[in-house]
């Protein structure tokens, strides 16, 4: 597995095909030493539903009497840990598994013949053939792998005593990206459109940054304010780190438009890097590759 891709994600464009597995590594902007932690990490959400972390993907639980429902479900190396996790919860597998987009369905292979994956249709579509992502191809995966149940827009789930809403967010992080809104317990799960760190969105996946932007507005218009609110990777957060995200996010769109208006070079933006008030987002992240992935999505969106 090659869990370090993302620290050189725009080195390897022009590498041979590999594993979705491998290619995991790319939807996690920050790796940590304890992404693939032996023992997995359950906290408190609100209401029924708890955040699990150290797989990789921050992996959202619905835990009551119909049982446990996943919103991702981590990374393939992650999946013993997650099943002891899980059947210390009361469970020894999920009834249901939510895929927030098509980069989070890692572990759908593990968990396919004895869970419902749900999921947006292009999830489905994306797995069953051959897809980009981050540029790198990913082969198509197995029947067992793929949603069962797919939808476009949006879709209602009544499980554990609470409406569960999936909402579609077009062309965000990719083109597959849902929200998933726990009504009754108050906390709002969104994948990778929205992670505490600065955000890098697939364009080979049919994401576009103006778009998540679009989407992140549409969101903090949605969410209540004293929602509790799971990112893709990071931490617990709150409406006001949404909003907070949102600013970051607008002011390093508003620098590369403004540094592309005065005809500087990429080069030259690369060498100057993420400006000083953004840079603790960075996180593990190369600034080039920041860099790079905000010129790219404001180049294709003005054609």
Not at 109 to 124: K, L, P, T
Not at 183 to 192: C, E, F, I, R, Y
């Amino acid at each position: 597995m090659i869990h370090s891709l993302i620290r050189r994600v725009y080195r390897i464009v022009s590498a041979p095909p590999i594993t979705i597995g491998s290619l995991l590594a790319l939807a996690s902007p920050a790796p940590s030493p304890a992404q693939f932690a032996d023992s997995l990490t359950v906290r408190h959400a609100g209401g029924m539903v708890y955040m699990i972390e150290g797989a990789g993907d921050i992996i959202g639980v619905s835990i009551g009497p119909d049982g446990l429902l996943l919103v991702d479900n981590g990374f393939p190396e992650t999946v013993n840990a997650l099943r002891t996790t899980l059947k210390e919860l009361g469970a020894a597998s999920p009834r249901y598994i939510v895929n927030t987009h098509w980069h989070h369905a890692g572990a759908n292979e593990a968990f396919g013949h004895e869970s419902v994956i749900i999921a947006h249709q292009n999830v489905r579509e994306r797995l069953s053939d051959t897809s980009l992502m981050y540029g790198q191809p990913v082969p198509p995966q197995p029947p067992v792998a793929l949603p069962q149940i797919t939808f476009t827009d949006s879709l209602r789930l009544y499980f554990n005593g609470e409406e569960i809403r999936l909402l579609h967010l077009p062309r965000a992080h990719t083109d597959s990206d849902i929200a998933v809104f726990f009504t009754k317990s108050n906390v709002v799960q969104l994948g990778d459109v929205f992670v505490t760190l600065i955000p890098v969105t697939d364009y080979t996946s049919g994401g576009r940054l103006l778009a998540l932007l679009s989407s992140i507005d549409e969101l903090l218009a949605w969410i209540p304010r004293d929602a509790t609110i799971i990112p893709g990777h990071g931490h617990l957060a709150t409406y006001d780190d949404l909003q907070s995200y949102r600013d970051m996010l607008g002011d390093m769109v508003a620098h590369v438009r403004a540094r592309r208006a005065a005809q500087i070079p990429l080069e030259q933006m690369v060498e100057e890097g993420v400006p000083s008030q953004w840079r603790h987002w960075l996180r593990l992240l190369p600034e080039e590759f920041v860099i790079r992935n905000f010129y790219e999505g404001l180049v294709l969106d003005e054609r």
